[in-house]
C-alpha cells in the first residue's frame, strides 16, 4: 500500500511539473527544474508522454545558472491584463479599494514582497502565482498613484525569498523589481514609509523580524484579533507552538507583547472577499486566493481624528437615548 502511494505521489508531481514547463514555455520562456527529492526519471516519462500527445519538440532544459527564463513582451501583457482586472473587476475592487484606503493614510516609498515563491520551481502552483503576483503588481501601482497624487518620491519594489534562482532574478527584474537577501530588508529596508506584502512567510521570520519592523501598511496574515478580541490569532498560536518546540524565538521571546505592540495604533480589515474559483473541485474557503489575509496600516493622524470624533457622537446619542426614555 505504501508503495502504491508512492508510486501515485511520483506521478502527480511529475504531471505537475510538465505542465508547469508547458505553460512556460507557452510565453517563449525558459523552464526550470532542479533535481529535488522527486523522481527525476518519472518527470522524463512524463515529458516524452507531453511531446507524443501534443506533437510538440521538449528541449532538454537547461540548468538555471547556464540559461536563465527570459521574460517575453506577451507574458508581461498576460500579467498586465490580469492586473487592470484587479484594478477594475468587482471581484477584486473591495479589496483593491481597502488597500488603496490604507496607502492613502501613509507614505509609501517602497513596497517589499515577502515569500513570492520561485516561478520556475516545481512546488509552485503557478495558476496561483500569476493571480497573486497580478494583485502586486495591482498594488505597486496604487502606491505609484498615490505618489503621483501627492508628489512624493516614487515607489521602489523589492522582492525576497530564499527559493529564488538565476531564471527569477532576470523575471522580476524584467517586472521593474528588485531583489533583496535577508537580513538586509529588515535591517535597512522596511520601516514607516514601507508596504510590506507577506504571504505564507516562516512564523519566526513574520514574529521575530517583520512585525518588530513597523513597517507603515502590511497586508499579511490575520493578526487583527490580538487587540480587539484579547485572544490570540491561528498565527500568534503556531508561533507560541514553534517558541516551545524549538529555540528559534528563543525562551524569553515575548510573542504577544510584540503582536500587541504592532497593533497599538494600527488599524485592520481583512481581504477574504476576493474568489478565485480556480479550481472546481476545490472548497471555497480553500480556493480563495487571500482567504487568510488582512491589510494592517498605520492610522493617520486625520483618521484617528474621525474615529474618536465618531465614538463621540456615539457617545452622545446614547446618553440623548437616556435622557429621552427618563422623561
Not at 471581484?91 to 488597500?99: E, F, L, M, P, S
Not at 509552485?124 to 518620491?153: G, V
Not at 472548497?283 to 474615529?307: G, H
Request: proline content about 3%; aromatic content about 10%; overall charge negative.
Amino acid at each position: 500500500m505504501a508503495d502504491d502511494m508512492e508510486e501515485i505521489l511520483a506521478d502527480l508531481f511529475a504531471q505537475q511539473i510538465v505542465e508547469r514547463e508547458a505553460w512556460l514555455r507557452s510565453f517563449g520562456m525558459t523552464p526550470y527544474t532542479s533535481p529535488g527529492d522527486y523522481n527525476m526519471s518519472r518527470v522524463k516519462e512524463k515529458r516524452a508522454e507531453f511531446e507524443e500527445e501534443t506533437t510538440l519538440q521538449v528541449d532538454k532544459l537547461p540548468s538555471c545558472e547556464k540559461m536563465a527564463g527570459k521574460v517575453t513582451v506577451s507574458f508581461k501583457q498576460h500579467l498586465n491584463a490580469l492586473k487592470q482586472d484587479c484594478l477594475t473587476s468587482l471581484n477584486w475592487r473591495g479589496a483593491c479599494n481597502q488597500v488603496r484606503y490604507a496607502i492613502q493614510q501613509n507614505n509609501i516609498e517602497k513596497m517589499i514582497v515577502l515569500g513570492l515563491s520561485s516561478l520556475f520551481s516545481y512546488t509552485t502552483e503557478y495558476t496561483f502565482w500569476q493571480y497573486e503576483m497580478a494583485f502586486i503588481l495591482a498594488i505597486f501601482e496604487l502606491t505609484n498613484q498615490r505618489a503621483q497624487n501627492k508628489k512624493t518620491q516614487t515607489p521602489a519594489l523589492y522582492f525576497l525569498d530564499p527559493e529564488f534562482c538565476t531564471a527569477d532574478y532576470f523575471l522580476l527584474s524584467d517586472l521593474g523589481g528588485q531583489i533583496v537577501e535577508h537580513p538586509e530588508a529588515f535591517v535597512n529596508l522596511i520601516d514607516e514609509r514601507t508596504l510590506v506584502f507577506a504571504k505564507c512567510i516562516p512564523l519566526v521570520v513574520y514574529f521575530g523580524d517583520l512585525l518588530q519592523t513597523s513597517p507603515a501598511v502590511c497586508i499579511s496574515t490575520k493578526l487583527n484579533n490580538v487587540i480587539i478580541e484579547q485572544s490570540l490569532p491561528a498565527a500568534t498560536e503556531g508561533a507560541l507552538y514553534l517558541q516551545a518546540k524549538t529555540n528559534d524565538l528563543g525562551p524569553d521571546f515575548n510573542i504577544r507583547s510584540v503582536g500587541n505592540k504592532f497593533m497599538e495604533k494600527r488599524k485592520s480589515a481583512e481581504l477574504h472577499e476576493v474568489m478565485h474559483h480556480l479550481h472546481t473541485s476545490i472548497p471555497d474557503s480553500e480556493n480563495n486566493l487571500l482567504t487568510t489575509m488582512s491589510v494592517f496600516w498605520l492610522a493617520s493622524e486625520e483618521e484617528s481624528d474621525n474615529v474618536r470624533q465618531a465614538k463621540q457622537v456615539g457617545s452622545l446619542g446614547k446618553k440623548a437615548k437616556k435622557w429621552l426614555e427618563s422623561l
